[in-house]
C-alpha cells in the first residue's frame, strides 16, 4: 500500500482535526464529582465543628446535679427554657444583648469604612511616606492588646466615659489587620485604569471612592464585617475592665453567671448559648450573601 493510499481525503482530515481539540476542550469543561471518602471527610469535619454547639446545648438542658455525674449526659433534657429564663433574669441579658448589638455593629461598621478607605489609599493613591506609614500600621499588630489597657483606660477614665460605650466602641473604630487586608484585596481587585477613567470623566474623590472603591471591594468589606462583628461580640478582656453589670455586654453579663459558692453550670451553658444564637442567626441569614461575595470576588481577581 503506497504513502498516497493511506492519505485521507481533503474533506475529512479537517474535520478530524476539528474533532480532536473538540472532545479535548469538552474534557476539560467537564463537571468534577466528589467521591465517597470526600463525603466522609466532610461529614466528620462537620461533626467535630458542631460538638462543641451541640454539648453546650445539652448541657444547658439539664441540671447542675446531672452535669456533675459520671458518665455526662448525651442527650437533651427538659430543662432548656428553664434555664434560659433563668440566665436570662441573672444575667440582665435584654440589655446585655441590645448594648453588645450597639458596640459590635458601631465596631464593625467603622472599622469597615476606615480600612477600606485607608486600604484604598496606600493601594493606589501616591503620597509621601506611603510605605513607612503601611509598615508602622503593620507593625501595631505586633503590640501585645494587653499592653494598652492601662494608658487606654487612664486615658478613657480622663474623659469621663467608664461604664459607658463609647469606651468600648472608639479605640477599636479603626483596625490594622482591616487596613491590610482591604489594602491587599483592592491591590489586585481595583484597577488603576478604572480610577483614572472616572476621574477623566470628572469625577470627584468622594464619588471615585463611592462608585468604583465600593462596589470592587465589596466582597472583602463583607469578609471583613464578618470577621469583626463576631471579633467585636465575643471580646472579653476590654469591655469587662471599661464596664460594670449595670450597663454591660453579653460577655461581661455572662460573668455574673459564674458567681457563688457553687456555680450552676447549667444556668452558665444556658446564658452561653443566648450569647451564641445571635451570631447563629446572623450567619444564617447573611452567610449566602457573605459566601457569594467571596466568590465573586475571588472570579474577577
Known sequence: MTTSELTLPQDQAPARAARGPRRRVMGAGKQMHAGPLTYVVLVVFALVSLAPLVWTAIAASRTNQRLAQTPPPLW?????????????????????????????????????????????????????????????????????????????YLWMSDLHWSNHLQTVILPTLVSAFG?????????????????????????????VVWHVVFPAARPAMAVLGLLTFVMAWNDFLWPIIALNQQNPTVQVALNSLGTGYIPDQSVIMAGALLGTLPLLIAFLLFGKQIVGGIMQGAVKG
Open 76 to 152: 437533651f433534657g427538659g430543662n432548656l427554657f428553664k434555664n434560659l429564663q433563668t440566665a436570662w433574669d441573672q444575667a440582665g441579658m435584654g440589655t446585655a444583648m441590645f448594648n453588645s448589638t450597639v458596640v459590635a455593629g458601631s465596631i464593625t461598621i467603622g472599622t469597615v469604612l476606615f480600612s477600606t478607605l485607608a486600604g484604598f489609599a496606600f493601594a493606589k493613591l501616591k503620597f509621601r511616606f506611603s510605605s513607612t506609614l503601611l509598615l508602622l500600621t503593620i507593625g501595631t499588630m505586633m503590640i501585645p492588646p494587653q499592653l494598652a489597657v492601662v494608658p487606654l
Open 179 to 207: 487596613t491590610f487586608f482591604m489594602r491587599q484585596y483592592l491591590v489586585q481587585a481595583l484597577p488603576t485604569e478604572l480610577i483614572e477613567a472616572a476621574r477623566v470623566d470628572g469625577a470627584s474623590s468622594l464619588r
